[in-house]
């Protein structure tokens, strides 16, 4: 009598076999999702950056000293917002509606010169401000930062 199919030790082994498998690629996929994300959230903020630069070359405020504010990018909850004051007499403030805003993976942080970034303003030319204005005092005026998704970080500057 021919016997046709598998027996339950040739199904164990399979079993054993897909397992290994399964276990040397988990740190593989999340290296490769932390990669995936820190990328994303890199590029969100590019657009975000340029969106801000923008906004304040636009001057819809008419702000006429280029020491002032037009424009302001803020990080908070996972979330960067791009906030532009009504007027010229309006503080400029991340409490502000946004204009624009996108939510990044809560995996990934930013940083700027080893603290984490929180704002960053732009002067009626596109221009990051600096000196800074008071209402940008916490703000940042480098726009090199650091991604940090896991145990992954990278460099990147923006212009």
């Known amino acids: 009598m021919k016997q046709h199919g598998l027996t339950l030790v040739e199904m164990m082994i399979v079993v054993v076999i897909l397992g290994i498998l399964a276990a040397a690629a988990s740190p ?26 923008a906004a304040a070359m636009r001057n819809t405020a008419r702000i006429n000293s280029s020491d002032q504010a037009a424009s302001r990018l803020c990080f908070s909850a996972e979330k960067i917002k791009l906030v532009v004051p009504a007027n010229a007499t309006d ?22 010169d080893d603290a984490n970034w ?15 204005p008071a209402v940008c005092d916490t703000c940042s005026s480098s726009l090199m930062f650091t991604f940090t998704t896991g145990d992954h970080s990278e460099d990147r500057s923006f212009h």
Request: glycine residues 4%; charged residues 25%.
């Open 118 to 132: 929180q704002c960053s303003c732009f002067n009626n030319r596109g221009l990051i401000t600096n000196p800074k």
């Open 91 to 112: 503080p400029l403030t991340c409490d502000l509606t946004p204009v624009w805003s996108v939510t990044l993976s809560d995996r990934v942080k930013i940083k700027v």
């Open 28 to 53: 593989l996929t999340t290296r490769w999702v932390d990669n995936a994300k820190l990328n994303e959230g890199a590029a969100a903020l590019d657009e975000a950056i340029g969106r801000a630069k």
